[in-house]
């Protein structure tokens, strides 16, 4: 592979004997990950059903290799929200942040959604999760991986990181940041890369990084930890970044992080200030473990009991509007134990409000809260983010198929299914969720036996 020459000269530089070793990295293949959602099933219990022969990626504890040749995307259970496809990698950042229940996590530069499935995993349907790109078109992405996990507690927006930094200041518990960066891991993989980085070079990318972090600190609580990381290699906006970072604010301190077999530390003679704290970073080179590549950190901020602690943001705005006596009905038939004082009805649909969920009108957002479907004449139509967010048990009329079952994949191309005797015998008429096994895929209605397809259209199988 023909890399930029100026690339090879800095690479050089930073690797010196070791540069040979990251060259021949270029030889081999890439590698291939997915990452268990343990919201919706343990690694144990994937691990007896899992299709693919898996290898562990020994920094993420839900994360595995998988061979080239297998299609996980074309499978019913990535369809059921059971797995995430990532590079290896890329599960560091989010694997390592610390989120305990209840928190309030902020994913900045979100899309198209890895990190933050990982987030809101971690989170157990518990705090809340915003979820931000401020792009709109890789934000709808973002919303689709997010409602397939199952997420019922995030916020999806579509802002530029200083508006939200006037809404939420002092607001969250942990704060990521994947920034966009230069892609110098991404080369191996994407070797179109290679022009854009000779096009853009690393300065571009520094002035967002900056930028992006200039908002994130004032959005940080006192006690709360920003994770960063990067898919580049770039000194300039690895460790250089994090002591731009530091400078922000004297109460930030940086963490250490795990020293996983392969990961080398962060180089404070990278740096400008020669900040030997910065060898508790984290750098992920190709030729030193089966991944790409990447930068992580993570700092905290001190509680400085000497600064004023910003006023607290406002509370959600709910509407005066009040659910139908269906849609009433059909939410206490299921098993799940709603408030029913967190219901918001904007027009004729229903949203399931976080009890954290902040004010968010004026905002871009492309989600807020569980939509739980639409309020029709007579009936309450229920969505497929609520199907997705659903267990088997908790629905009081399911159609159960089997992986090997053809009229699963039918289901997921939209098609009209029949059902069994026996199956009819043991479901009732009216909606129904579908599911592969025990994992939901979306709704029918079913009518003698008929199963009219209620699979969202644009999730369709192709």
């Not at 074309?74 to 290896?88: M, R, S, T, V, W």
Request: aromatic share 10%; with cysteine; hydrophobic share 35%.
């Amino acid at each position: 592979m023909e890399l930029p020459v100026a690339f090879e000269q800095k690479m050089k530089e930073m690797l010196g004997p070791d540069y040979e070793n990251y060259l021949a990295s270029f030889e081999c293949e890439a590698h291939q990950g997915l990452r268990v959602n343990t919201s919706k099933i343990s690694v144990e219990d994937f691990s007896k059903i899992s299709p693919y022969e898996l290898k562990p990626v020994p920094w993420c504890p839900n994360g595995f290799y998988y061979e080239k040749t297998e299609k996980p995307a074309k499978h019913p259970f990535y369809f059921a929200g059971l797995y995430y496809i990532q590079e290896p990698s890329a599960m560091t950042t989010a694997s390592l942040l610390p989120i305990e229940e209840g928190d309030v996590v902020l994913d900045l530069c979100a899309a198209p959604g890895g990190k933050s499935t990982e987030l809101a995993a971690k989170l157990n349907g518990t705090g809340l999760l915003v979820t931000n790109d401020i792009s709109n078109s890789r934000a709808k992405a973002l919303l689709k991986n997010i409602e397939v996990f199952g997420v019922g507690n995030a916020l999806v927006t579509s802002e530029p990181p200083n508006e939200l930094a006037k809404r939420f200041p002092s607001f969250f518990d942990k704060i990521l940041i994947d920034a966009p960066c230069s892609g110098e891991g991404m080369f191996r993989k994407q070797a179109n890369m290679t022009k854009a980085w000779e096009s853009n070079g690393v300065d571009l990318f520094v002035g967002l990084q900056r930028s992006i972090l200039k908002e994130a600190v004032t959005m940080l609580k006192p006690g709360g930890t920003i994770i960063y990381s990067t898919c580049t290699f770039s000194k300039e906006e690895n460790e250089q970044s994090i002591e731009y970072l530091l400078s922000l604010d004297d109460s930030l301190r940086i963490v250490e992080l795990p020293m996983i077999d392969g990961f080398d530390t962060g180089h404070p003679e990278w740096g400008n200030t020669a900040n030997e704290q910065l060898t508790k970073c984290r750098r992920l080179w190709p030729h030193r473990i089966e991944g790409e590549g990447h930068f992580v950190a993570m700092v905290r901020k001190e509680i400085d009991t000497a600064k004023p602690i910003h006023a607290p943001v406002m509370e959600y705005a709910f509407s005066k509007e009040k659910l139908s006596k269906e849609a009433e009905e059909f939410i206490r038939s299921l098993n799940y134990p709603f408030d029913m004082s967190r219901f918001d009805v904007q027009k004729e649909r229903v949203f399931y409000i976080p009890k954290q969920m902040p004010y968010v009108k004026g905002l871009r957002i492309l989600r807020c809260g569980l939509y739980m479907g639409d309020m029709k004449k007579n009936r309450f139509e229920p969505s497929q983010s609520l199907a997705m967010f659903l267990k088997a048990s908790e629905y009081p009329n399911v159609v159960r198929l089997t992986v090997e079952d053809d009229r699963v994949i039918k289901y997921l191309k939209g098609e009209t299914i029949e059902l069994s005797e026996e199956e009819e015998k043991q479901t009732k008429d009216g909606m129904c969720l579908i599911c592969v096994m025990d994992y939901p895929l979306g709704f029918g209605k079913l009518n003698r036996g008929t199963v009219k397809n209620k699979y969202l259209p644009g999730w369709r199988w192709m």
